[in-house]
Structure formats: structure tokens, C-alpha cells
């Protein structure tokens, strides 16, 4: 590198550095480290992901939902996850990789999606306790990030948790009515809860002091908070929702701690988490097949899109329209 390369670089560093410490967000265009862009694509994909990969526990109950009604906000919800994959892959587009690339990735098995969706959706009460507790925990963990320093990633947050709240706010009505309904409709809103609360827990991440990426996320103001500090705030959120709920959370330890302004809560089996981290959860397998099954069965519907598109590029360049659409 010449000297002239080394302070131009220097510059535009300060450049970046400035714009993050002044709150300021930094856009596609703008110079950015190597690795703050590389940080950028892995959480960002992580994230699509998460949210397409997402989209198969609760869809597995569309069919047997109970009432039209219930099925009609079912599918609201489940493609309004789509949607979600759809603005996070296009924000992660600005960063200068592809969509293809990010699902070959995936498919691949050489990006992560949440642990969370490697758990089996066993009764319809799953589908309420998705929506309150990993919609809630996934509102936790997002409303910080629409003020992360990364523009488009940022503003892509902004309309996801609008959407969440209401797929939290149904996840919570839909258990609540179970809650108070048969008892038979009771024990199954508690066993849906006792069984997705420690992984909705794990959702946060490991441990501070376990966590790799946590500390340079934050000094970039990509992450604003610390795994162990959301959880927390989730866990207290939480308390007081299951008690309106009439569910009890499933924690002998959990209580509140009056110095330290939190609820006390057991410790999380995170042997169990780094299994799903490496494949070996209840569902993975399962997950990534329905995946690349999709993906390959839709191949046709992205051939047609781009033939579609091709058209009227051509048609754009030659000034000629088909006549029959010209009509249309
Ligand atoms: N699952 O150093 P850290 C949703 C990995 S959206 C799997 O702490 P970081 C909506 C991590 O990648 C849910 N892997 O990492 C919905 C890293 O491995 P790597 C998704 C995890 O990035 C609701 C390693 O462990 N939300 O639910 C997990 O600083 C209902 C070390 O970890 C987001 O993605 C995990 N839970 O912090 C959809 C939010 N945790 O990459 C359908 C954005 C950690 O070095 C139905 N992401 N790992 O190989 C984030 O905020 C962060 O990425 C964290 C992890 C907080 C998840």
C-alpha cells in the first residue's frame, strides 16, 4: 500500500468513525470497514433467514386452524413473515451480496437462522405462544436495531416491529382465550408455554461473556444492547403478561430481585443451545429440507419473473410495446 492509499483510507476511517459516533447512519454508499460490512451480511442474513425459515412451525397449523377467523389472521401473520425476508434480503442487497447468494448460503448450511425454529409447533396452543413469546422476544431484541448505524437495516426494522407487535398481540389473545377457556384448553396454553419458554430465552444469544461478536457490534452501534441485557428486559416484560395470562412461567427460580431492578431466573441449559447451533435440535433437519424443497419448487415462478422482466427490458431498449398489454 503507498503512503497516498494509507491516508486516504486513514480519512475515510475517521469519516466512518465520526458519523457513528455522532448517531448518525451510515448508507450504502458510504466507505465502511471490511469487517463492519462483513458483521453487517452475516447478522442481517441470519435474520432473513430466521424469518422465511421462520415461516414453516406456524404454517403447519394453517389447515387446522380452528375457526375461519383465526385461520385468516394465521395467514396475515405467516406472510407477513415472508415479507420480512423479502425487506431484510433487500437491505442485506445494499451491502454489495445477493439474494441468491445469501440462500445458496443457507441452503448450504454455511449461514445460521434462529435457533428457535428447530423446535416442533406440537398443539395449536404453539401457535399462541409463538406469537407472545418469540414475537415478543424478536420485538426485544428489533426495536433497538431501528436505531442501528446501518441505514437500510435500520429503516427495514421500523415496519418489521410494527408488524411484530400485532403478531405478539395475537400470539397473547389467542392464549389468553385458551387460558380462560375448557380445562383441558388451559393445560394446553401451559404446556405450549413450558415448552418454548427456555428456548425463547436462548433466542438472545449466548451468554455476554460467551458471546463473540457482541462487543465490536456494539462499538459499531449495530447491536445497542448486550445478549444478557434484552434478555433480561424481556424476562421482565414477561412476569407480569403471564400473570394476566393465568399461565405459570416455567422458572422455580424466577423472582424479583429489588437491588438489582430485575427478575432473578435459572440458569438456561445452553449445552441444549449450542446442540441446535450445530444441527442436532429437534427439527433442523426437517427445517432446511422443507427449504431447499421450496426453493427448488419455486424455480419456476423466479425463471417466469426474470423472462417477465427481460421483456420489458427489451422492449424498453427498442421502444416497442407489446400491443396487447399497451391495451390492457
Ligand atoms: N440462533 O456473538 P453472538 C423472528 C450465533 S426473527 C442461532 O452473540 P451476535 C421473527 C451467532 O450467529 C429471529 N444462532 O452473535 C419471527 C454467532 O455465530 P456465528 C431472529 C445464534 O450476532 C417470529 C454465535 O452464536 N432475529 O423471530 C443465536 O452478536 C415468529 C455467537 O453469538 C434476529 O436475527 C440464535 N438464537 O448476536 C419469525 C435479530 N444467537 O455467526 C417467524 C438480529 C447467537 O459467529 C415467526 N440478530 N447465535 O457463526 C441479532 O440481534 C444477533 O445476531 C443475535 C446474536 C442477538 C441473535
Redo the contacts with the bound molecule.
Keep these: 500500500m503507498t503512503a497516498v492509499t494509507v491516508d486516504t483510507t486513514a480519512r475515510y476511517e475517521a469519516v466512518f468513525d465520526a458519523t457513528v459516533a455522532a448517531d448518525e447512519r451510515i448508507e450504502p454508499r458510504d466507505w465502511m470497514p471490511d469487517a463492519y460490512r462483513a458483521t453487517l451480511i ?2 442481517m442474513a ?2 432473513a433467514h ?2 422465511i425459515i ?2 414453516q412451525p ?1 404454517a403447519n397449523w394453517i389447515t387446522r386452524a380452528p375457526s375461519l377467523r383465526r385461520k385468516a389472521i394465521l395467514m396475515a401473520k405467516v406472510q407477513d ?1 415472508a415479507g ?1 425476508g423479502l425487506y431484510l434480503y433487500s437491505a442485506a442487497e445494499t451491502l454489495g451480496t445477493s439474494r441468491e447468494e445469501l440462500l445458496d448460503k443457507l441452503h448450504a448450511g454455511r449461514q ?1 437462522y ?3 425454529f428447530n423446535y416442533p409447533t406440537l398443539t395449536w396452543a404453539d401457535v399462541g405462544a ?1 406469537g407472545w413469546l ?2 415478543g422476544a ?1 420485538i426485544t ?2 426495536v433497538p ?1 431501528c436505531r442501528c448505524s446501518y441505514g437500510p437495516y435500520a429503516r427495514a426494522m421500523v415496519r418489521i416491529c410494527k408488524e ?1 407487535s400485532f ?1 405478539q398481540r395475537q400470539g397473547y389473545e389467542l392464549l389468553l382465550t385458551l387460558s380462560r377457556g375448557t380445562p383441558a384448553q388451559h393445560e394446553m396454553a401451559q404446556d405450549a408455554v413450558n415448552r418454548w419458554w427456555w428456548p425463547s430465552l ?5 451468554p455476554d461473556d460467551e ?4 462487543a465490536q ?1 456494539m462499538a459499531w452501534k449495530i ?1 445497542r444492547h448486550s ?1 444478557d441485557e434484552l434478555r433480561r428486559r424481556f424476562v421482565d416484560i414477561c412476569v407480569p403478561q403471564a400473570k394476566v395470562l393465568g399461565l405459570t412461567l416455567p422458572d422455580p427460580d424466577l423472582r424479583w430481585n429489588e437491588e438489582r431492578g430485575h427478575h432473578d431466573f435459572g440458569p438456561i441449559d445452553w449445552t441444549e443451545f449450542q446442540e441446535v ?1 450445530k444441527g442436532n435440535g429437534p427439527c433442523n433437519e426437517q427445517r432446511l429440507a422443507q427449504r431447499r424443497s421450496a426453493h427448488e419448487e419455486g424455480a419456476w415462478v423466479r425463471d417466469a419473473a426474470a423472462a417477465y422482466a427481460e421483456k420489458h427490458r427489451a422492449e424498453e431498449r427498442s421502444g416497442h410495446q407489446d400491443p396487447q398489454e399497451a391495451t390492457a
Excluded: C, T, W, Y
Design positions: 452475516r447478522q441470519q435474520h430466521s424469518e421462520g415461516m406456524e413473515e420480512h445460521r434462529s435457533s428457535i409463538i418469540v414475537d424478536a431484541n428489533q436495531l411484530e403478531h436462548m433466542m438472545f444469544g449466548p458471546s463473540a461478536h457482541s457490534s447491536k445478549n447451533l
